[in-house]
């Protein structure tokens, strides 16, 4: 080809590349994209609750903290600063992060905490999330009160696959503790006891009328006659699942962790923490003001949790004045299940579909089996008796397949093997228990106390993977919300007992599984997740139940890089923390 034949050539094929960019802009593929800047400062602030003030940690003194309203394809910028007297980072739950780990959050994980005075910016982008998703603290137990909504629109040009909504609304569900929580977990880690439970639940830092000196600040959520609404929930508490309902009206499921969900109509959600669920309400009762409620789903038998009840107000805008004489100021009140209403929660969990057949993995690389559950260890010799308050002498702990997961201190997980230090951890996280037993049945005091250790287990890029969740009796079964970073993932199917793999394979929903990032593990049971492993990093896997992470019972994979810049994970930015 001669000289004129290749320049022609170049020219054309930048007139086509420049071409084929105004085209995108003119469809609104990328005009419409943007990048937004926000300031976190991360302060004590005083907030009233139950009739006392407290002096708690916040995102610029609100407390829940700002909301963030993006379109699925724009850029988060949020510069942290830390003015609090805690160590903190900020994990952006559900995000998938491709390639931006350093951006995940988790402390001593993919990052090192920012420390008093220091800041750090989080810098990522959304890629096909729409829907509600949350951010949080995720350093000790600040997540109790540093936690905010993130909610992704569609792309600009598109619309929602379901009538657009008159109005949208966020419930943020929360505990709140008339103690410090930092306080509480130091406790219950020094003494080896369960912490003390909360005090009250909250839909967005508000706990309602039910409790004392609280009802002055209920959330009213406003709706009209005719109207059909979008309420985003989200379970946000720090160690409880929760029942949601609202009084004389049905709510049908359009969306759940940012992945739209096949429609079906419920009235009573059931939230893990970490979950989301969008749900459309129709203004179609008389105008009046109805109770809006959550109350714990609390599976563990034995087990202490606050048995109370949170409420916010949903109140129609043509509803008559409560001052008016012979009407009730009083709101309808909500139907809640029992607290240990498992069959409710089950059958919810189970109506979850995407809305169209989904392209599942079949042929599996990692078959993985995990078992998870609490623990207890033998008191140490060198220790007092008041550092031994479980059960029978003992100190709580929990695992996955008999390890306790440790955090290390000096580097973060990511940074040591970004940057190959040696000795932070080991790459022998065993694919299946070391030991086989009755999971769900009466097992042996000698299974009871786990292996402490800071192990991953490594997935090549690329990879499928395929994870049997089993919950085990050790202690007490429980439901274990079990979230993975980094990753949506596909649960093709949820059961009680022990798994069994040559009969339970038969149930698996390879046609229409819901899309989710945060599994409720039924009690005494099982759930199954595949994914594919396109996101190189170091991702944890934990339950967000935080005070069982608190205990060990997470466990980290390392996804390596797979081939090219596309395929590997982006050098760590220059502000990252240093530990």
Not at 306 to 312: K, S, V
Not at 549 to 572: D, K
């Amino acid at each position: 080809m001669g000289n004129l034949d290749m320049k022609t050539l170049l020219s054309n094929s930048v007139f086509l590349f420049i071409s084929c960019l105004l085209l995108l802009f003119a469809n609104g593929s990328l005009a419409n994209v943007k990048t937004h800047y926000h300031d976190f400062i991360v302060q004590a602030t005083p907030v009233k609750r139950l009739c006392k003030t407290h002096n708690i940690i916040t995102v610029n003194g609100m407390f829940p903290g700002p909301t963030l309203e993006i379109n699925n394809g724009d850029t988060l910028v949020i510069k942290v600063t830390n003015r609090a007297r805690y160590n903190v980072t900020i994990h952006w739950h559900g995000v998938r992060q491709m390639r931006t780990g350093w951006a995940d959050g988790p402390e001593f994980v993919t990052q090192c905490p920012i420390r008093p005075g220091s800041s750090y910016t989080y810098r990522f982008t959304i890629q096909g999330q729409e829907g509600t998703l949350w951010w949080h603290a995720h350093s000790s137990w600040l997540r109790a009160t540093v936690y905010g909504a993130l909610i992704i629109h569609p792309k600009h040009g598109s619309s929602y696959p379901f009538p657009t909504p008159r109005r949208q609304a966020t419930l943020l569900l929360g505990e709140w503790w008339d103690g410090n929580p930092i306080d509480v977990v130091r406790r219950a880690t020094r003494t080896g006891a369960a912490p003390q439970v909360s005090d009250a639940y909250t839909i967005n830092g508000q706990p309602g009328d039910l409790y004392k000196c609280s009802s002055k600040g209920t959330t009213i959520i406003p709706i009209d006659s005719g109207e059909t609404n979008l309420l985003r929930v989200v379970n946000s508490a720090l160690n409880q699942e929760l029942f949601f309902s609202i009084a004389n009206h049905k709510l049908t499921v359009v969306g759940a962790d940012a992945s739209y969900t096949k429609p079906f109509t419920t009235s009573v959600l059931m939230l893990g923490p970490g979950q989301t669920t969008d749900v459309l309400i129709s203004g179609d009762q008389p105008p009046n003001r109805y109770y809006m409620a959550a109350r714990a789903y609390q599976s563990a038998q034995n087990a202490p949790f606050g048995n109370t009840t949170t409420t916010a107000i949903l109140e129609y805008k043509s509803a008559p004045c409560p001052a008016k004489k012979g009407i009730s100021s009083t709101p309808i009140m909500a139907s809640l299940p029992a607290f240990n209403d498992t069959n409710t929660a089950t059958t919810f969990s189970r109506s979850f579909r995407s809305p169209r057949r989904v392209e599942v993995p079949t042929e599996i690389d990692e078959n993985l089996f995990f078992t998870i559950g609490l623990g207890l260890n033998n008191c140490p010799k060198n220790f007092k008796p008041s550092r031994c308050q479980g059960p029978n002498g003992t100190r709580f702990t929990s695992s996955m397949n008999n390890v306790s997961f440790v955090l290390p201190s000096n580097f973060s997980l990511l940074q040591a093997h970004y940057q190959g230090i040696p000795g932070v951890f080991t790459t022998d996280f065993p694919p299946n228990p070391p030991l086989k037993f009755d999971y769900t049945g009466n097992v042996s005091r000698s299974l009871f106390q786990p292996v402490p250790g800071t192990k991953l287990y490594k997935l090549k890029y690329g990879s499928t993977v395929q994870i049997v969740l089993q919950d085990t009796s050790i202690v007490t079964p429980e439901n274990h919300p079990i979230h993975l970073h980094g990753y949506d993932f596909y649960i093709i199917a949820e059961g009680f007992g022990n798994f069994n793999p040559r009969k339970d394979p038969a149930k698996f929903n390879l046609i229409d599984p819901p899309l989710r990032n945060t599994v409720a593990v039924p009690v005494n049971g099982w759930a199954v997740i595949r994914f594919v492993a396109d996101n190189p990093g170091v991702w944890i896997m934990h339950c967000h139940l935080d005070v069982h992470i608190t205990w060990g019972l997470a466990m980290a994979f390392l996804v390596e890089n797979g081939v090219g810049e596309l395929q590997s994970i982006e050098a760590p930015p220059p502000d990252l923390p240093i530990c």
